[in-house]
């Protein structure tokens, strides 16, 4: 039987995405670490600029941590409706090179470009037009990550970080993986890692030739495939978004958040920023739902439809904040690695938008959006 051809995978992810536009939009902080996220008290880092890292700040770190670890950094508020826009430029790049786009963030994708070869060459050249075609669109530095598969793709862009440029040929792939930490691999958690070690597991090529019987007792049913994923191997089809009409907005942190409010507090300026999404398209919606992937890489996605279609802030923020309970309440101290929320079913409302969201989507236009959702949010902490 012929071998499957092999597949032409790309993740791209923009490097320090918010505060890279925030350098680009201001030529004084280029240089300097531009910290962006909440500024309060209880802020929340969203981005923090590489010359910002050197310092040890990372997103989702507490801001007033950030402060202390680089007090003389530039904190700047987050300019959703900004990077919103730049993300639907670099969409529309990667939508030119292929249909076959997965979106995980505003600043990430998968890319199956297998089908695109024959127009734009080898899989590295795809990948070095398609950077350069972000740089000279947005102005902005990305990370391309190129392979056969999603799980090698990935791994390509963040060991090239930033402005990373890492294509792994099918022969590099044990040489690639090997001296990698086995908490590298999807799904390795830090528990599954400290069982690993115990028995003297520390890297993805020892995981990839320890013996099945060893590992069928630490890993038990998982052993199987997890031995594929140190082979480097993953069948995963990159899956484009359903045409399906939906406004969404979601976050992935670079640390996994475990505290229930600051959960609440980041979903309520979702619901703020998609509500906001709604009206401003004199929309409403019907359903409501939430996304949410633990640390694991276990995604759910939980939906509630409303009696009549809402665009109210209030109303979208209550329904997305009881499905988080529910999941709350089965997953207590599960760190979640991404959160989000999402309307669908939208139809033209029936009734005109109350005077509460009429004035603060007037502020948010006027202010930028973060002040408005950021009060909102902390006032729901403090009660
Ligand atoms: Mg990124």
Same mark, same amino acid.
């Given at each position: 039987m012929p071998a499957k051809p092999l597949r032409a995978i790309i993740h791209v992810d923009m490097d320090a995405f918010y505060a890279s536009v925030e350098q680009r939009d201001e030529p004084a902080y280029r240089g300097q670490p531009v910290i962006v996220g909440g500024t309060g008290p209880r802020g929340v880092v969203a981005?923090?600029?590489y010359e910002a890292r050197a310092f040890g700040v990372f997103s989702a770190m507490p801001a007033q941590r950030a402060r202390r670890l680089c007090p003389d950094g530039i904190f700047l508020r987050p300019r959703l409706p900004v990077y919103r826009e730049v993300s639907a430029t670099i969409f529309a790049i990667f939508r030119e090179f292929t249909p076959w786009v997965e979106g995980l963030s505003l600043d990430e994708a998968f890319l199956d470009v297998s089908a695109?070869?024959?127009?734009?060459?080898? #899989?590295?050249?795809?990948g070095r037009l398609l950077r350069d075609r972000i740089e000279a669109e947005t102005g902005l530095p990305a990370s391309v990550g190129m392979a056969h598969n999603k799980l090698l793709a990935k791994l390509a862009s963040e060991v090239g970080k930033p402005r990373g440029f890492v294509c792994i040929a099918p022969e590099r792939v044990a040489s690639f993986l090997d001296p990698m930490p086995v908490a590298r691999l999807w799904g390795v958690g830090r528990k599954t890692a400290a069982r690993l070690q115990a028995i003297g597991i520390l890297t993805i090529g020892q995981l990839r030739v320890a013996d099945a019987s060893l590992l069928q007792g630490v890993l038990g049913r998982q052993a199987d495939h997890f031995l594929r994923l140190a082979r480097g191997e993953d069948e995963r089809a990159v899956t484009p978004e359903r045409a399906d009409k939906s406004i969404s907005q979601e976050m992935t942190f670079?640390?996994?958040?475990?505290?229930?409010?600051? #959960?609440?507090?980041?979903l309520q300026g979702q619901a703020e920023d998609?509500?906001?999404? #709604?009206?401003? $398209?004199?929309?409403?919606?019907r359903t409501v739902q939430i996304k949410i992937r633990d640390r694991h890489f276990h995604t759910e996605t939980r939906r509630r439809s409303l009696r009549f279609p809402s665009a109210s802030t209030r109303t979208i923020y209550? #329904?997305?904040?009881a499905l988080l309970d529910t999941w709350l309440a089965t997953h207590a101290n599960t760190p979640v690695r991404l959160l989000g929320v999402g309307v669908s079913g939208l139809e033209q409302p029936e009734t005109a938008q109350g005077p509460i969201d009429r004035l603060t989507d007037a502020i948010a236009e006027r202010h930028?959006?973060? $002040?408005?959702t950021r009060a909102l949010a902390l006032g729901r902490k403090r009660r």
């Open positions: 981005a923090a600029s695109s070869l024959r127009l734009f060459g080898t #899989l590295e050249d795809t670079d640390t996994d958040i475990t505290d229930p409010r600051e #959960l609440h507090a980041i998609v509500a906001r999404r #709604l009206r401003g $398209k004199a929309l409403a919606a209550r #329904l997305a904040s930028g959006a973060d $002040k408005i």
